[in-house]
């Protein structure tokens, strides 16, 4: 079984900084795209980042130059490093696996304040 958690949510206030990290278990993704996605209330799930394999990463343009996608193979982790966080940003996100299905974690909650 394939499993995701997601940690490092929080409440921070608005150019504050937090990490989100992502554990994977049954599943050895080296090779796979990671990514994140959030959702916010009454909005649809949005693409964040993703990072592939050979460690080509991809934003959306809302969090250029104030998110990283990151990944450690050895650990089998994902992490999202959020800095100048803006009110914005405040949704449930969610770490994602691509493999012969889409895997996701249940979520974690970042509630920016301004």
């Known amino acids: 079984q394939v499993q995701l958690v997601e940690s490092g949510g929080g409440l921070v206030q608005a150019g504050g900084s937090l990490r989100l990290s992502c554990t994977a278990s049954?599943?050895?993704?080296?090779?796979?795209?990671v990514g994140w996605y959030r959702q916010a209330p009454g909005k649809q799930r949005e693409l964040v980042a993703t990072?592939?394999?050979?460690?080509?990463?991809n934003y959306v343009d809302s969090v250029k130059g104030r998110f990283t996608i990151s990944r450690d193979n050895a650990r089998n982790m994902v992490y999202l490093q959020m800095n100048s966080l803006k009110p914005e940003d405040t949704a449930v996100y969610y770490c994602?696996?691509?493999?012969?299905?889409?895997?996701w974690g249940k979520g974690t909650l970042v509630t920016v304040s301004s």
């Open positions: 049954g599943i050895v993704f080296s090779n796979n795209v």
């Open positions: 994602n696996i691509k493999a012969w299905v889409d895997f």
């Open positions: 990072i592939t394999g050979g460690g080509s990463m």
